[in-house]
T-cell receptor
Framework: GDSVTQTEGQVALSEEDFLTIHCNYS??????LFWYVQYPGEGPQLLFR?????EKGSSRGFEATYDKGTTSFHLRKASVQESDSAVYYC?????????????FGAGTRLKVIA | GGIITQTPKFLIGQEGQKLTLKCQQN?????MYWYRQDSGKGLRLIYY???????QKGDLSEGYDASREKKSSFSLTVTSAQKNEMAVFLC????????????FGSGTRLTVL
């Protein structure tokens, strides 16, 4: 079945550091890819999405590029702030299967120290 | 904009007890979901519903029942709570198409004593 792998379980950075969270996926069809962010005490909310190869999604200084060749959708931000501390989830929804299921990665907890 | 409201926010139960979690949405979305969130395991789908009175099992449906009597509400029942169980249950909704954005509530935190 479809799967999403986030390599980093936890990341600790200082303000203004560069962030990379790795996301690789496996899907039988041509999935739409998502990044969600979850702040303490809240539900996950969409950061951005991408639907086709080489499409770049971006929001709030975060970005990721859909790479069908390497089956990746890595999240990057050039300069993190303390307010970016949250849990980040990579996810896919496979249009080819025609179902309503998403597959989420295990999540990456980001802590940014001022 | 809309909102998803989950009640209660915290739920404490005893082993073997039947417990019900409720979710309301005012997006007028057709599809609703229940996910279980455990630390380090991501979000796992318990049940989803594509319309009123429809129910579809997810990967983690054993031990749970669900009910969608109205378009705006979706409830989840833990049929027999397990001791030492602790998780956050998240309700979500989306418009009636594959690969659309999910909108989440803030969750119900379950503790079983």
């Amino acid at each position: 079945g479809d799967s999403v792998t986030q390599t980093e379980g936890q990341v600790a950075l200082s303000e203004e550091d560069f962030l990379t969270i790795h996301c690789n996926y496996s899907a039988s069809g041509y999935p739409t890819l998502f990044w969600y962010v979850q702040y303490p005490g809240e539900g996950p909310q969409l950061l951005f999405r991408a639907s086709r190869d080489k499409e770049k999604g971006s929001s709030r200084g975060f970005e990721a590029t859909y790479d069908k060749g390497t089956t990746s959708f890595h999240l990057r931000k050039a300069s993190v702030q303390e307010s970016d501390s949250a849990v980040y989830y990579c996810a896919l929804s496979d249009q080819g299967t025609g179902n309503y299921k998403y597959v989420f990665g295990a999540g990456t907890r980001l802590k940014v120290i001022a | 904009g809309g909102i998803i409201t989950q009640t209660p926010k915290f739920l404490i139960g005893q082993e073997g007890q039947k417990l019900t979690l409720k979710c309301q949405q005012n997006f007028n979305h057709d599809t609703m979901y229940w996910y279980r969130q455990d630390s380090g395991k991501g979000l796992r789908l318990i049940y989803y519903s594509i319309t009123e009175n429809d129910l579809q099992k997810g990967d983690l449906s054993e031990g749970y029942d669900a009910s969608r009597e109205k378009k705006s509400s979706f409830s989840l029942t833990v049929t027999s709570a397990q001791k030492n169980e602790m998780a956050v249950f998240l309700c979500a909704s989306s418009i009636d198409r594959v690969a659309e954005t999910l909108y989440f509530g803030s969750g119900t935190r379950l503790t079983v004593l």
